[in-house]
């Protein structure tokens, strides 16, 4: 959309409410919903602004806004040989700022029938466009799960441990054996999902104030252990990808993100009670942080019964 006379003619065709969205985009910035003509004009003029300033482009596109829905991706594989693989999905709704918090994989609201219609668009998707590599296929779906194509990601993406985790892949490994020119030497059948994978995102922010990031020294740093035994004597296995180190600096010229927190278990709730006893061993000092955050979602009942929204944590916290 190039326009804001287009962009409300167009959110009129659609139907709102829609959403303004950068082309370039990332991470919630370049961003707005709007609900009739007169927030169209104003959440297009803002999102461009926002988009030029944040990724040097401004291009604009809009889709129509899904009222309080999940956010599922779908991992795909395509090696340039004719095969494309989809390694099941990842419920990311946990979000703020239209950034995610808290993945999952699979979707403790995803059956396996749904899986295979998303699994299969995911990959048509891929081949339609000559896809080689590994890429993610973002989608909304709503409460009769119903799912609507979002965006695709083609690239390596902050949550592709716990798609790791659930089928035995090295995401990595097969990226570059696709890159090298090799066909992929796993099948569909390959990757039926076994277990269940949490990740957490930890970040230098302050919930208490609107998750603003926080900046200063990193006085004290312990990471939990690799293995953590839960009661019913299961041990769940315990993943922290960290790019900090005790002493370093979190300014604010970077992403607040400290460090991904992963467990996995046998099942759903194996995965959250590891990560419970992960985040009570977890050290941060010297600056704002959202660990005790993420650890009151992990008793929230809306949480451990899985139902989840991108609205959850505007409407919960």
Same mark, same amino acid.
């Given at each position: 959309?190039?326009?804001?006379?287009? &962009?409300?003619?167009?959110?009129r065709e659609?139907?709102?409410?829609?959403?303004?969205?950068?082309s370039?985009?990332?991470?919630?910035?370049?961003?707005?919903?709007?609900?009739?003509?007169?927030?169209a004009?104003?959440?297009?003029?803002?999102? =461009?602004?926002? &988009?030029?300033s944040? !990724?040097?482009?401004?291009?604009?596109? #809009?889709? =129509?806004?899904?009222?309080?829905?999940?956010?599922?991706? #779908?991992?795909?594989?395509?090696?340039?040989?004719?095969?494309? *693989?989809?390694?099941?999905?990842?419920?990311?709704?946990?979000?703020?700022?239209?950034?995610?918090?808290?993945?999952?994989?699979?979707?403790?609201?995803?059956?396996?029938?749904?899986?295979?219609?998303?699994?299969?668009?995911?990959?048509?998707?891929?081949?339609?466009?000559g896809?080689?590599?590994a +890429?993610?296929?973002?989608?909304?779906?709503?409460?009769?799960?119903?799912? /609507?194509?979002?965006?695709?990601?083609?690239?390596?993406?902050?949550?592709?441990?716990i798609?790791?985790?659930?089928?035995?892949? $090295? #995401?990595?490994?097969?990226?570059?054996?696709?890159?090298?020119?090799?066909p992929?030497? #796993?099948?569909?059948?390959d990757?039926?999902?076994?277990?269940?994978?949490?990740?957490?995102?930890?970040?230098?922010?302050?919930?208490?104030?609107?998750?603003?990031?926080?900046i200063?020294?990193?006085?004290a740093?312990?990471?939990?252990?690799?293995?953590?035994?839960?009661?019913g +004597?299961?041990?769940?296995?315990?993943?922290?990808?960290?790019?900090?180190v005790?002493?370093g600096?979190?300014?604010? !010229?970077?992403?607040?993100?400290?460090?991904? *927190?992963?467990? /996995?278990?046998? $099942?759903?709730?194996?995965?959250?009670?590891?990560? =419970?006893?992960?985040? $009570?061993?977890?050290?941060?000092? +010297?600056?704002?942080?959202?660990?005790?955050?993420?650890?009151?979602?992990? $008793?929230?009942p809306?949480?451990?019964?899985?139902?989840?929204?991108?609205?959850?944590?505007?409407?919960? !916290?």
């Amino acid at each position: 959309i190039e326009t804001e006379e287009e &962009a409300v003619r167009l959110s009129r065709e659609i139907g709102y409410p829609v959403m303004m969205k950068a082309s370039a985009g990332g991470g919630g910035k370049g961003m707005r919903v709007a609900w009739n003509d007169e927030e169209a004009r104003e959440g297009f003029r803002i999102a =461009k602004t926002e &988009a030029k300033s944040s !990724f040097g482009d401004d291009r604009m596109l #809009i889709e =129509k806004f899904i009222h309080n829905p999940r956010h599922v991706e #779908i991992q795909v594989l395509a090696d340039g040989h004719g095969t494309c *693989l989809y390694l099941n999905e990842r419920e990311c709704s946990i979000q703020r700022r239209h950034q995610k918090v808290l993945e999952e994989a699979p979707s403790p609201f995803i059956d396996p029938e749904t899986r295979r219609q998303m699994g299969e668009q995911a990959c048509a998707l891929a081949k339609a466009v000559g896809y080689r590599s590994a +890429g993610t296929v973002e989608m909304l779906i709503d409460s009769n799960r119903q799912f /609507y194509f979002l965006e695709m990601n083609t690239r390596l993406q902050v949550e592709h441990p716990i798609t790791e985790l659930i089928t035995g892949q $090295d #995401i990595v490994e097969h990226m570059i054996n696709i890159a090298a020119g090799h066909p992929l030497s #796993i099948t569909q059948a390959d990757l039926t999902p076994r277990g269940w994978a949490t990740e957490a995102r930890v970040y230098a922010e302050d919930p208490l104030r609107g998750f603003l990031p926080s900046i200063g020294r990193l006085t004290a740093y312990r990471e939990p252990p690799e293995r953590i035994t839960i009661p019913g +004597g299961e041990e769940v296995l315990v993943r922290t990808d960290a790019g900090v180190v005790e002493g370093g600096e979190i300014s604010v !010229f970077y992403d607040p993100l400290i460090a991904k *927190l992963i467990t /996995y278990g046998s $099942d759903r709730q194996a995965s959250i009670e590891g990560m =419970k006893r992960a985040l $009570d061993q977890y050290v941060i000092r +010297g600056f704002n942080n959202n660990v005790c955050f993420l650890r009151a979602m992990m $008793d929230h009942p809306r949480y451990v019964a899985g139902e989840l929204t991108t609205t959850f944590i505007p409407e919960e !916290f």
